[in-house]
């Protein structure tokens, strides 16, 4: 079985035109079309439908959706307009929006939405200080707090999930119906001092999280990603693991050379 990593470019609030960001999807297809693996572009809102006419390889997500499925809600976007707009993955509780006040009962509601309209939600996770991710301190802590997010964040969820596709293979991370990012607050780039984790480190943290969904919420193909850092130089440390289903790549992703050498690392 080969196996085939999902690489998702999570290009945040870039670039700042619409002719920018076409010509980085070109770019980035062109790569995409010389590897194996799995590639999705999450672009900001205004540009989905335009890369969407100039991509096939590609697939595309969005950065957010609103909770509510309809009605009037100024400033949102439902999941049924991504699904219209050629969407199929949604980034969710990812801690730039955590930090803007999302709690975990609005990144339930946005789960269940997004599932709802037939879109595979990628759940991010990941505990805010490198301290409670001591191993001398105890990893312990960034487990607990991991636990207690993935609890919170799919309450419901797994009952949504295997009613709507109860055996599903997990030959590839696309046919997962539920993504999860690990992504350590701390290893985004965005963050003073980042640095990407240990990759035994986060290994070990993609396991614990397997075994969750497993154990815990009956899941057993849901794909699980590292997120943080990722580079055309780091990129192969993580996804040589074959529990690392595949990498969340922020700052790296808006550079279509970079971002090949990453999607192209395996
Ligand atoms: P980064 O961002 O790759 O720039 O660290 C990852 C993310 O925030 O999803």
Redesign the pocket.
């Known amino acids: 079985m080969v196996n085939k990593k999902l690489i998702i470019a999570?290009w945040k609030m870039h670039p700042d035109s619409e002719s920018e960001a076409v010509l980085l999807a070109k770019r980035t297809e062109k790569a995409a079309s010389k590897s194996k693996n799995e590639v999705v572009i999450a672009p900001p809102f205004p540009f989905i439908k335009s890369i969407k006419s100039h991509v096939s390889r590609v697939k595309l997500g969005a950065q957010d959706v609103s909770l509510e499925l309809q009605d009037a809600h100024t400033g949102e976007v439902s999941a049924e307009m991504l699904k219209d707009a050629g969407v199929e993955y949604v980034i969710i509780g990812?801690s730039d929006c955590r930090a803007l006040g999302e709690t975990d009962e609005m990144i339930n509601k946005k789960i269940q939405a997004t599932l709802k309209a037939g879109l595979k939600p990628i759940l991010c996770v990941g505990e805010h200080t490198r301290e409670t991710r001591d191993k001398r301190q105890g990893i312990r802590k960034a487990k607990d707090f991991v636990r207690e997010q993935l609890k919170n964040d799919l309450k419901g969820v797994s009952i949504l999930i295997n009613k709507k596709s109860p055996r599903r293979s997990a030959s590839s991370p696309r046919k997962s119906a539920l993504l999860i990012a690990y992504?350590p607050i701390w290893?985004?780039?965005?963050n003073k001092n980042?640095q990407p984790d240990k990759p035994e480190d986060s290994l070990e943290m993609i396991k614990f999280i397997k075994n969750f969904l497993l154990v815990t919420c009956h899941l057993s193909h849901a794909a699980v990603l590292y997120?943080?850092?990722?580079t055309s130089k780091n990129a192969k440390s993580f996804l040589q693991y074959k529990e690392i289903d595949g990498a969340?790549?922020?700052?790296?992703s808006l550079n279509a050379n970079e971002f090949g050498k990453i999607i192209q690392s395996t």
């Open positions: 999570n990812h992504e290893a985004i780039s965005t980042a997120g943080g850092s990722v969340l790549v922020g700052g790296a």
